[in-house]
């Protein structure tokens, strides 16, 4: 198994309050993803980041900010959480792309999750 | 805007039958995964599948990918309590790796 923990595992919180979910690895990998997972909607990312400082928003990323100082680390921040971010949180990591027959992709291996509920 | 259904969305059967997922998009992908995923787990990933037309087998499993790569199949044969769990598929537009998820296909095999 990939060598990925999230901290928190679960938190209550209430609505306003600023909340940070942490996502380390110790694969040194290069690509790190943020998703929320929702009855009926699956995965959907929130911010990724590609290297060092290097990051990029998702589809889902209004409300979210993220941080990525170290390799190993990549923190989400909801700035003030509302009832509607209330969801299990997902660190993905993924090393360099893959190429074959012209295609290219990334294998993503998930951490354990995160459980937020806003009140 | 969903890309990628995935049905059906939840599927119950006994031991020992088969079943098909499917995943259809009116994109086309440059890959396709699928995921499995166990309740308070995060999704493993079972299978990439590439070239159009692909075909791959993991024990009882064999997944498809479609042609024109839009559309991909999951078939279990023999299914078997071990096999419930949340299926996802997940596909790749060569873009700084980065995945569009179908919603899942919950799946529960009774003993």
């Known amino acids: 198994d990939a060598g990925i923990t999230q901290s928190p595992r679960h938190k209550v919180t209430e609505t306003g309050t600023p909340v940070t979910l942490r996502c380390h690895q110790t694969e040194n990998h290069r690509y790190m993803y943020w998703y929320r997972q929702d009855p009926g909607h699956g995965l959907r990312l929130i911010h990724y980041?590609?290297?060092?400082?290097?990051?990029d928003k998702g589809e889902v990323s209004d409300g979210y900010s993220v941080s990525r100082s170290k390799t190993e680390d990549f923190l989400l921040t909801l700035e003030s959480a509302t009832s509607s971010q209330t969801s299990v949180y997902f660190c993905?990591?993924?090393?360099?792309?893959?190429?074959?027959?012209?295609?290219?992709?990334?294998?993503?291996?998930f951490g354990p999750g995160t459980r937020l509920t806003v009140l | 805007t969903q890309l990628l259904e995935q049905s059906p969305q939840f599927l119950s059967i006994q031991e020992g039958e088969n079943l098909t997922v499917y995943c259809n998009s009116s994109?086309?992908?440059?890959?396709l995964q699928w995921y499995r995923q166990e309740p308070g787990e995060g999704p493993v990933l079972l299978v990439t599948?590439?070239?159009?037309?692909e075909v791959k087998k993991l024990k009882r499993l064999t997944f498809q990918f479609g042609d024109a790569r839009k559309d991909s199949s999951l078939h279990i044969t023999a299914a078997q309590p071990g096999d419930t769990g949340l299926y996802l598929c997940a596909g790749s537009y060569n873009q700084g790796g980065k995945l569009i998820f179908g919603q899942g296909t919950e799946l529960s095999v009774k003993p």
């Open positions: 599948v590439v070239t159009g037309g």
């Open positions: 980041s590609y290297g060092v400082k290097d990051t």
């Open positions: 993905a990591i993924s090393d360099r792309q893959k190429h074959t027959f012209g295609s290219s992709y990334n294998e993503q291996f």
């Open positions: 994109s086309v992908f440059s890959s």
